[in-house]
């Protein structure tokens, strides 16, 4: 059984960081990608970023040049390192691991930014 647990959100100021982490704390399958996504209030769940497990990375315009996604597909972990965070980054922060006929999700990390 496969379950991703997240950590690594918080509380931060304007301009900081945060690394959020996400690990599949049950049976370790061969995911074909990971990634983030986020869902601010009232709004719905957006992709920040993926990886596939050849390494391509894709990332929503809004966050590159800030965020860096990484992971080891075989340990099904991956990361999101987020620099220069803004109000509108506030949102919680959802992993996912995808295989062809399933996506699954871990329950969610809060990140608000606000000084």
């Known amino acids: 059984q496969v379950q991703l647990v997240e950590s690594g959100g918080g509380l931060v100021q304007p301009g900081g960081s945060l690394r959020l982490s996400c690990a599949n704390s049950g049976s370790i399958v061969s995911f074909a990608a990971m990634g983030w996504h986020r869902q601010a209030p009232g709004k719905q769940r957006e992709l920040v970023a993926s990886i596939t497990n050849g390494g391509r990375t894709v990332y929503a315009d809004s966050v590159k040049g800030r965020f860096t996604i990484s992971g080891d597909n075989a340990k099904n972990t991956v990361y999101l390192q987020m620099n220069n965070l803004q109000p509108e980054d506030t949102a919680v922060y959802y992993c996912?691991?995808?295989?062809?006929?399933?996506?699954?999700w871990g329950q969610g990390t809060q990140v608000t930014v606000s000084s």
């Open positions: 996912n691991g995808d295989l062809i006929v399933r996506r699954y």
